[in-house]
Nanobody, 130 residues
């Protein structure tokens, strides 16, 4: 079972930047893609960005295109989400998730791009406020 540990959240002013990190343990477990999701109070969890296991193909939500970038450092087993020009509406808990190649046993199950994401980290809070 893969384990995901997020970090890097915090309080930032509008227009500022943050970089989130997700350390992937149990990386021998295969997955089709890894991604970032977010959830605000009273809203459903939504996809933000994903990276296929080829480490090349990415997919972004329209609301973050041109501002957020997902990347991976394979040597560190870490996936990053660089967030620039942050807006107040980006405030949320951000989760790292994988789309496993095996049985989908996690919860929730969320489709984003071509994949169903099922394994989740504990989340990190991002607050954008003046």
């Amino acid at each position: 079972q893969v384990q995901l540990v997020e970090s890097g959240g915090g309080l930032v002013q509008p227009g500022g930047s943050l970089r989130l990190s997700c350390v992937v343990a149990g990386h021998t477990v295969k997955y089709y893609a890894i991604g970032w999701f977010r959830q605000s109070p009273g809203k459903e969890r939504e996809g933000v960005a994903s990276l296929n296991d080829d480490d090349r193909n990415t997919f972004y939500a329209d609301s973050v295109k041109g501002r957020f970038t997902i990347s991976k450092d394979a040597a560190k087993n870490t996936v990053y989400l660089q967030m620039n020009n942050l807006k107040t509406e980006d405030t949320a808990i951000y989760y790292c998730a994988t789309a496993p190649s095996g049985p989908l046993r996690g919860s929730p199950l969320i489709t984003f791009g071509d994949w169903v994401f099922a394994t989740w980290g504990q989340g990190t809070q991002v607050t954008v406020s003046a």
